[in-house]
């Protein structure tokens, strides 16, 4: 009985695996993917975890994953996708990844993507971070995705990301760039659907 109310306490309504969502009807602007399409993934990670679900994406993708300290060599709003990432603290991203997103020049198309480690609210604490990123990027955020990670305050989830987040967060990536070929074959149309 005990055991089950710190259980609730503790992850509460919190679902144990990761989330994805592309966007279904996405406002995409005039400009034609070319093929092959170039990617980035751009992040933030105090402790490793962002880290970790970044570098899963880049892998699966073939594409570099910068930490945002190493980003001033590289043109991001040139890339065909620019994927950003970063922990949740208080419901928001980090300072750099804010400062970040002040600073960028609409890019053609952005996903966002957190980990969160808070207990109880901590879903509801992500979904407000990646609001937060999605609407700094001007209406070119084609999916979002979240998953838990370690969180070295409280201690909880000291197994995330595990091998499924890490796998859901490939193909995630994965499934972004389908979509993006989607579009591209439909041809550079002003609202063209995201399947
Ligand atoms: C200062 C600080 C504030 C945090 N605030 C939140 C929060 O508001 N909600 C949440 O779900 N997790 C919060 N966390 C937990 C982190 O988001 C989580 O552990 C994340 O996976 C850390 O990612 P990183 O290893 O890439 O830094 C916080 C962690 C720190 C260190």
Redesign the pocket.
Known sequence: MLGAFIQLFLFGCARDRAQVQYKKDAEIPAWISPQPLSAIVVYD???????LIAESMAEAISCPAIPLNDIDDYPVSDYDLLMIGS?????MPTDRIKDFLNGLETPHRTAVFV????PFF?PF??EKCLNGMEKRLRGTCIGRFKCH?????LGTYPTHPDEKDRADAARFATGLITRCKKTASIGGMNSAIIL
């Open positions: 990670s105090w402790s490793g975890n962002t880290q922990p949740v603290h208080s419901g980990t969160f480690g808070a901590g604490a992500a990670g370690f969180h070295q305050i």
